[in-house]
């Protein structure tokens, strides 16, 4: 088949950093009605978050040197578990501080930026940078960062994403300027300059969250379909089994690696050790960070009339996510919501997973809450070390598919050798060359 | 309203109006039910929009259109009905969303709505184009923000001008409820004066909150209609009217509850200062809904100003 260019592709493995605010009070639930969109900005301290953001950086440096294929950022606003409105700000100080690992913005919410060959061109300095190592995701946007944070009218909120896709894509691909004239965007000249190593384009990933529109416009342009929810994969399997139905229906090949998952993960020692060491950030994050105001949720138009039809429900729909406050550990890794336990017990799930939901990607969330540091490194390094070996080939159907991953320069720059030669130039005067 | 029997689109933000002018959606008929004194017709604009009017009066009557809010029709619609026992002949334009027809992928924003609501006085035969006089105007809420744009734009195509409760100026010293974050349950004290005749009103038929598919027609019903309305109202009902509020010199009449809680007094002092030809009135014991709260005092103040 076409796609087997690259034999040895194997189930792809991303860390994933949402960037909580670790510092939300104890009564933060019963004192605010929500922690998106309103959320009161006195209770983020400017000082602290130099230490979060930079521990927080640190971590996802710590998985490219462990050895995770990918290394993930996204994008929220006005919001108490995601500090990153700008993830490509988090990118580009990782394309500097990495060299291997693919950097995957999932992503860039089109439908906000003004116009959006911004993210065109902020896309491809990523690409540039490092050397072809950007996962390029493209994502309509929550109700609450789009519609609530960001003033977008819900009922043309799609409608402006699919244009902003189209001028994007275009922008990539023609090689002379060209008018677009869009309904939201008129522009007399599209030139992206710089543009992306990758060609025709950087692997393109799209979240969703529960709309089937999504589906068909990821196969419509043969996109990664990745389901972001905190819902874990027992109730995510409804909607991938959706998604692959429709696989089917469109005619088109059944690789998993068409399809990515994000799953909440903590690995300890032991079963019981994973409990008394992550419970309390897991459930801080579960009963804080998901406390998000119903009203916020779901404003009409936004869902299209085919989605409602479909009886599809967004995992961040006000009355799930009501429902995990109430949740216990045993609920949480029970239900599916988390994965966490001793190193057994994460591979049988993470297997069960993998082959249920039929994925070819997974977006380890692996820093959950207020976690600590120390406690993120070391559930981090067992999975790496003792987990992500034993799930490696799976796909043996599919191996060599690498239609979703990047495609580096071999010959790319290396930020701290490139710096350390700079230095040591034979034609710098002794003292400046130290 | 927009109820339909096929399992359409239904009701208003969080409930089924009823079914009291209920009716085919395609050509003209008698209301379904006896006591209607509706008919429902549907014209088609020029732009091809299919749109249903709810007619009423003595055909000889003085014409005048009315325009509902954002919650839709609710059921009944007796002010308009006392209305046109006054002797005037009522037209009363379902916007697109708010019915059976999906017109509302051709309306994007403010300028959109007015010129629809232009065709659709075009194409029932009335005003100027049709050559006949200007026709009356009367909105309500986001009707009347659509009123006034449409007479701003073409002041001499239109007549007297009512506007109750009329959404479309933002004061940022007195910024309104976001209607677009209101919980189902929130509505009736927000628009009612009288919390317990709104959540009757806007429960009118009830949805069964039981039954996924009764849940899911109000999913979809209320996604069209607020959706629609969120190309005006949303984040923030101000699409810049205030700078053609001058355009206006038609005879205004200003008509405001006491009680609007969501559109408090400052706002019908601002609509004052920009429409100072205006006369003003005040609805005792009413809300932002008015209209379906104090039905013939409403009723009155209009045929008073209208037949004036």
């Known amino acids: 088949m076409a796609f087997r260019t690259n034999v040895g592709v194997a189930v792809k493995f991303t860390w994933f950093n949402l960037m909580p605010w670790p510092n939300l009070p104890d009564d933060f639930r019963e004192k605010n009605r929500s922690v998106w969109v309103d959320i009161p900005s006195r209770l983020f301290d400017p000082v602290k978050a130099n230490r979060v953001y930079n521990e927080y950086m640190d971590q996802l440096e710590y998985a490219e040197e462990l050895g995770f294929d990918g290394i993930g950022c996204n994008e929220h606003h006005q919001n108490g578990y995601g500090i990153m409105p700008s993830p490509n700000i988090i990118a580009a100080g990782l394309a500097r501080r990495t060299s291997k690992a693919a950097i995957c913005v999932i992503g860039n919410s089109i439908a906000l930026y003004n116009p959006p060959i911004r993210v065109a061109e902020e896309f491809a300095m990523l690409d540039c940078i490092s050397g072809g190592r950007l996962v390029a995701g493209f994502p309509v946007g929550t109700p609450m960062d789009t519609n609530f944070c960001y003033g977008q009218i819900p009922a043309l909120t799609r409608d402006k994403y699919y244009e902003g896709h189209e001028l994007i894509m275009r922008a990539w691909a023609e090689d002379e300027p060209f008018a677009f004239d869009g309904k939201y965007n008129q522009l007399r000249y599209v030139n992206c300059w710089p543009k992306p190593i990758q060609k025709p384009h950087p692997p393109v990933y799209i979240p969703g969250g529960g709309s089937i529109e999504t589906w068909d416009f990821c196969l419509d342009h043969d996109y990664n379909y990745s389901y972001l929810s905190f819902g874990g994969y027992l109730a995510g399997k409804k909607l991938l089994d959706g998604y692959w139905d429709q696989v089917a229906a469109r005619d088109k090949d059944d690789s998993p690696y068409r399809a990515a998952f994000a799953q909440i993960i903590a690995v300890a020692d032991s079963d019981a050790e994973a409990e008394e060491l992550y419970a309390e950030h897991i459930l801080y994050f579960f009963n804080r960070c998901l406390h998000v105001y119903p009203g916020f949720s779901d404003p009409p138009g936004y869902r299209t009339i085919s989605t409602i039809k479909a009886g599809v429900l967004d995992q961040l729909r006000a009355e799930n996510m009501r429902v995990f406050s109430n949740l216990t550990w045993k609920d949480l890794v029970d239900g599916g919501y988390v994965i966490a336990g001793g190193p057994d017990t994460v591979i049988d799930r993470m297997k069960e997973m993998i082959t249920t939901l039929r994925l070819g990607h997974v977006f380890c969330l692996m820093h959950n809450g207020n976690q600590p540091d120390w406690k993120t490194r070391y559930s981090t390094k067992l999975f790496a070390e003792k987990v992500m070996p034993q799930l490696r080939n799976m796909w043996p159907e599919y191996d060599g598919d690498d239609r979703w991953w990047i495609h580096p320069l071999e010959d790319r720059v290396r930020a701290d050798e490139t710096m350390a030669a700079a230095r040591r130039h034979p034609q710098l005067p002794t003292e400046a060359a130290e | ?308």
């Open chain 2, 1 to 308: 309203m927009a109820d339909s029997t096929d399992g359409s689109p239904n009701g208003s933000p969080n409930g089924l109006p009823n079914g009291s002018t209920r009716g085919s959606t395609k050509g003209s008929t008698n209301g379904s039910t006896a006591t209607s004194p509706f008919e429902r017709i549907v014209v088609t604009t020029r732009r091809g929009i299919d749109s249903e009017v709810l007619v009423t009066g003595p055909s000889d009557g003085t014409p005048v259109v009315a325009l509902h809010g954002f919650t839709g029709h609710l059921g009944g619609e007796v002010m308009l009905a006392t209305l046109a026992e006054q002797g005037l002949r009522v037209h009363a334009p379902v916007w697109p969303g708010y019915s059976d027809s999906v017109g509302e992928t051709e309306i994007d924003d403010m300028l959109d709505f007015a010129l629809h609501g232009g065709d659709v006085i075009a194409a029932l035969g009335l005003g100027p184009s049709n050559g006949f006089a200007p026709v009356d105007l009367i909105g309500h809420s986001m009707g009347a923000m659509i009123a006034a744009e449409m007479v701003a734009l073409a002041p001499y195509g239109y007549g007297k001008l009512v506007l109750i409760s009329p959404l479309g100026l933002w004061l940022k010293d007195h910024p309104i409820t976001d209607i677009f974050t209101q919980l189902p349950f929130e509505f009736p004290g927000l628009l009612f004066h009288d919390v317990a005749v709104g959540t009757e009103l806007l429960a009118g038929g009830g949805v069964d909150f039981n039954d996924p598919q009764a849940i899911q027609r109000f999913l979809i019903g209320n996604s069209r209609r607020l959706g629609t309305a969120g190309k005006i109202l949303f984040p923030i009902p101000n699409r810049r009217l205030s700078k053609r509020l001058y355009r206006i010199t038609n005879p205004t009449l200003l008509l405001w509850g006491d009680d609007d809680r969501l559109l408090p007094r400052p706002y019908a002092d601002a609509w004052s200062t920009a429409l100072a030809h205006a006369e003003r009135q005040t609805i005792e014991a009413a809300g932002h809904m008015a209209p379906y709260e104090q039905p013939a005092s409403v009723a009155a103040a209009l045929a008073t100003f209208l037949t004036a």
